[in-house]
């Protein structure tokens, strides 16, 4: 994959709200939850589990995202895809070092969205 550095950008607004839920899935998690967002991928457990696990040993209880996360999370152009860095929040310290990296494809008529981790970048 190529980066193209002039493609960092702010998370368009059209994925918000399907990005939101998403976090709301995780925030209770609930990985049933998923399938109710039609943009969302199906996630594997291998992948869920790990997300969970990456925020327990981080601490802090994950919250839904305030609007304010928009403010700093990013969407960044990787070829024919976007790879979001979207910054997490906790009840403890209000915006945390975590973030959920997800991958973007963008159609004319929709988008779909991957869930490839949450870390500490």
């Known amino acids: 994959m190529n980066l193209d550095d002039d493609d960092e950008r702010p998370v368009p607004e059209a994925w918000r709200s ?4 998403l976090v709301e899935c995780l925030v209770v998690r609930d990985k049933s939850l998923v399938s109710s967002i ?3 991928e199906p996630i594997s457990w ?3 589990n790990a997300c969970l696990s990456y925020m327990k040993e981080y601490g802090g209880t994950l ?3 305030p609007q304010a996360a928009w403010l700093t999370s990013v969407a960044i152009r990787y070829d024919e895809e976007w790879r979001c860095l979207v910054d997490l929040w906790t009840s403890e310290e209000g915006q945390s070092d ?5 991958r973007v494809i963008d159609f004319p008529d929709r988008f779909e969205i991957a869930v490839h981790a949450i870390y500490v970048p």
């Open 18 to 21: 399907a990005i939101s839920e």
């Open 38 to 40: 039609p943009q969302v």
């Open 46 to 48: 291998d992948t869920w």
């Open 63 to 65: 919250v839904t995202l």
């Open 98 to 102: 975590l973030v959920l990296d997800i």
